[in-house]
């Protein structure tokens, strides 16, 4: 059996502390370095090995890779949609150089396997909006949707052209409450929760009707883990896997808050994050997913609520 040593990167965002802690219990604990170019979560801490890492230094993530014998990497550094429309150029060069980076050391150093997600941000006004399916019109509109798509299509590239084993998820908005999201679209999906349990008012930046594709964070680890495990003859989708759990708008969310707290209220009051919202579909067909690895999601709307209201403290 081949000893797996795990490179997270990005590791104290929002999906890093929760991907990073699920890798450890499969693989042990010091076999998955986890790395950022921020401090370490606490949530980490104590859990595994750690090291500094800016993923823009080509140079020193190489000499990472080797030093620690690396033969997974997990890249989730990037800038999100909302972040990445107020600063157009940063969230291009970090989304590309950060994947090209990898992908490059990847083939060089035969690493085993690479994770790098794609968002559902890869759609844009002109896609389906209901049920949108894997292959269809994709035409982004936000630097973040373009910098994903590109992205796609260089790990089509490196997969077909050098063999690199990169796999890839398109993930909705995803909601979770151990680790806090890092400027996207979806963030007002885990923001709702906290004024909920803060027994405040919630200010929405996005209208009620507004309907997004999401996911709880349980459900995208699983989704991970369960794509880069799969067999390698059954991923025909070298791309990014379209990947779908919920779908639910401000007003649907409130509701099902209130029946737990009953005088928790929304005011909505949207922003430039309304025309991101707008330009995505509103629900995803993940059904090529479910086909090739046996992907099925586990949270509905009901059971993700219960379990924030739980978990959030
Ligand atoms: P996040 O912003 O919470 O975390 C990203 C992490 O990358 C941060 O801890 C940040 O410090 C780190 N980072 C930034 N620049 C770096 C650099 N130069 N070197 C090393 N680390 C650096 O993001 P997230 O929500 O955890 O998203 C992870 C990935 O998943 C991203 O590719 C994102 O596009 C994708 N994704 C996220 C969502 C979501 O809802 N969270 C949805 C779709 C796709
Ligand atoms: N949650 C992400 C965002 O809103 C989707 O990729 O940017």
Redesign the pocket.
């Known amino acids: 059996m081949i000893k797996e040593k795990i490179l997270v ?9 929760e991907l990073t802690l699920a890798l450890r219990k499969i693989y042990g604990n010091s076999n998955v370095i986890a ?4 401090e370490q ?1 606490p949530l980490l801490e104590g859990t595994g090995p750690y090291v500094s ?5 080509k140079e020193m993530l190489h000499v990472q890779v080797i030093r620690q014998g690396i033969t997974q990497i997990y ?6 949609s909302a ?1 990445g429309e107020k600063n157009p150029n940063l969230a291009w060069s ?2 590309m150089a ?1 994947l090209l980076h990898v992908l490059d050391i990847a083939k060089e150093e035969n690493i085993r396997k690479v994770y ?6 890869v759609f844009g006004p002109t896609s389906p909006k209901k049920n949108c399916p894997q292959q269809t019109i994709i035409e982004p509109s936000t630097v ?1 949707g373009i910098s ?1 798509y590109a992205g796609e299509f260089w790990c089509n590239y490196y997969f077909n052209r050098y063999g690199v084993d990169v796999r890839s998820l ?7 409450y151990k ?6 679209t ?2 007002y999906a885990v923001e709702i929760f906290q004024a909920a349990k803060d027994g405040e008012q919630y200010e929405c930046f996005l209208k009620e009707n507004t309907y997004l594709p999401m ?1 709880y964070m349980d459900d ?1 680890i699983r989704a991970t883990v369960e794509l880069m495990e799969a067999d390698a003859s059954k991923i025909t989708i070298r791309t990014s896997y379209n990947l779908s759990g919920m779908s639910f708008s401000p007003k649907e969310i409130t509701q099902e808050i209130q029946k737990h707290i009953i005088d928790f209220d929304t005011m909505y009051k949207p922003d430039s994050r309304q025309a991101i919202a707008d330009s995505w579909p509103q629900s995803i067909d993940d059904s090529v997913a479910q086909k090739d690895w046996g992907w099925k999601t586990k949270y509905d709307l009901a059971a993700m609520t219960k379990d924030m209201l739980h978990n959030v403290t």
């Open positions: 990167i990005g590791a104290s965002g929002q999906i890093g502390v790395s950022d170019l921020r979560n890492l800016d993923v823009m230094n890249l989730l550094a990037a800038i999100l972040t970090l989304n950060s790098w997600p794609s968002s559902i941000a973040y994903k398109r993930y909705p908005g995803l909601i979770s680790s806090q999201p890092g400027g996207g979806t963030d996911m995208a």
